[in-house]
C-alpha cells in the first residue's frame, strides 16, 4: 500500500525541540521532492521546506528560516523535520509531502498534531 506516515509530534513547552519523521511505504521517495507542510486551525495549508532529490540546497518559509532543518535518506525512504525554539506559533498539523516530479504525482501523509504551549 502506497502512504506515507508521520511521526513524532506531540504537546511541548515553548523553546523545546521536536523532530518529525515521515516514512514512505510502497514507493521510492529517490525520485521525489521531499517536502513538510503545516496547517493551523483556521489557516491555510502551508509549505515550510522543501529538499529536492538531488539535494539541492533546502528551502525554508520565513518562519521557518533559522530553526528548521530538513533532510532525507533515500536509502530507508524517509524523511525528517528538525524544530528546534519551538512557539505557540508553531502550533499546527504537520503533514508530509512526496512530489515525484517526472510523474507529477504527489502522495500525502495524514499529518501529526504538534502544540506548544506552557
Known amino acids: 500500500q502506497v502512504q506515507l506516515v508521520e511521526s513524532g509530534g506531540g504537546l511541548v513547552q515553548p523553546g523545546e525541540s521536536l523532530r518529525l519523521t515521515c516514512a514512505a511505504f510502497?514507493?521510492?521517495?529517490?525520485?521525489?521532492?521531499m517536502n513538510w507542510y503545516r496547517q493551523a486551525p483556521g489557516q491555510a495549508r502551508e509549505l515550510v521546506a522543501m529538499l529536492s532529490n538531488d539535494r539541492a540546497r533546502p528551502m525554508y518559509a520565513e518562519s521557518a528560516k533559522g530553526r528548521f532543518t530538513i533532510s532525507r535518506n533515500d536509502v530507508e525512504n524517509t524523511a525528517e523535520l528538525q524544530i528546534d525554539s519551538l512557539n505557540p506559533d508553531d502550533t499546527a498539523v504537520y503533514y508530509c509531502?512526496?512530489?515525484?516530479?517526472?510523474?507529477?504525482?504527489?502522495?500525502w501523509g495524514r499529518g501529526t498534531q504538534v502544540t506548544v504551549s506552557s
Open positions: 509531502n512526496a512530489h515525484d516530479w517526472m510523474t507529477d504525482v504527489q502522495y
Open positions: 510502497g514507493f521510492a521517495i529517490k525520485t521525489c521532492s
